[in-house]
């Protein structure tokens, strides 16, 4: 039973370019949430979507930030014209349908903007 | 504002050296508290959820106790692959509960 799947696993992009960080959940699973992680801050949520619905976004940045869980295929989070203070380390998580909350998380993708 | 707080911030352990880590919330109206270890350049891994004041969870050398202001995460004859941060999170008071608030971890190194 696959994990979550991240990809890519580095991203590097300069100042003004677009990122897209794409995320595959677990088999099962139809909840997806974005996390950012930086060293000294921690985890930070982000968004919090199910198949083609955004559940709650209060995290996310108000410009240049958007994500997206279409019905096929994975969730992706998309950042344009990115800046220097994008870069950080970008977990994504997925959770079934039903039951208990327990998020299980990919291995993230790790943005680097020059 | 809802706080998650962990202690210490690191912790340096010989190998079978018992210790524990606490982690400590504001949430008034608890919903859940997780653990979760994270190596580095890893996502986090699930290890235990917690609901009620009292309630243990054991899995290999961890355990895991919760009372109603904080949770507590006891390592027992730690081996050095045990050596991880240790991260605790909770839902907010109200809203979403799927919305977790992360401790910054506490930085475990278990020496051979």
């Known amino acids: 039973n696959a994990g979550v799947m991240q990809n890519p696993r580095h991203l590097v992009r300069r100042r003004g370019q677009e990122a897209r960080l794409r995320c595959s959940p677990m088999k099962g699973h139809s909840h997806v949430y974005w996390y950012r992680q930086l060293p000294e801050e921690g985890l930070k949520f982000m968004v919090y979507l199910q198949k083609e619905n955004i559940i709650d976004e209060s995290g996310m940045p108000k410009e240049r930030f958007s994500a997206e869980f279409p019905k096929e295929g994975p969730s992706i989070l998309r950042i344009q014209q990115v800046v220097r203070g994008d870069s950080a380390a970008y977990f994504c998580?997925?959770?079934?349908?039903?039951?208990?909350?327990?998020?299980?998380f990919g291995p993230g993708t790790r943005l680097l903007v020059l | 504002e809802d706080q998650v707080t962990q202690s210490p911030e690191a912790l340096r352990l010989q190998e079978g050296e018992s210790s524990s880590l606490n982690c400590s919330y504001t949430?008034?109206?608890?919903?859940?508290l997780f653990w979760y270890r994270q190596d580095p350049g890893k996502g986090p891994e699930f290890l235990f959820t917690l609901y009620s004041a009292g309630e243990e969870k054991e899995k290999e050398r961890l355990k895991a106790t919760l009372t109603k202001k904080e949770s507590f995460l006891h390592i027992t004859a730690p081996k050095p692959e045990d050596s991880a941060t240790y991260l605790c999170?909770?839902?907010?008071?109200?809203?979403?509960?799927?919305?977790?608030?992360w401790g910054l971890g506490t930085s475990l190194a278990v020496n051979p």
């Open positions: 999170a909770v839902p907010p008071n109200a809203g979403n509960n799927r919305k977790l608030i």
């Open positions: 998580a997925s959770s079934p349908p039903e039951g208990r909350e327990t998020q299980y």
């Open positions: 949430v008034s109206g608890l919903r859940g």
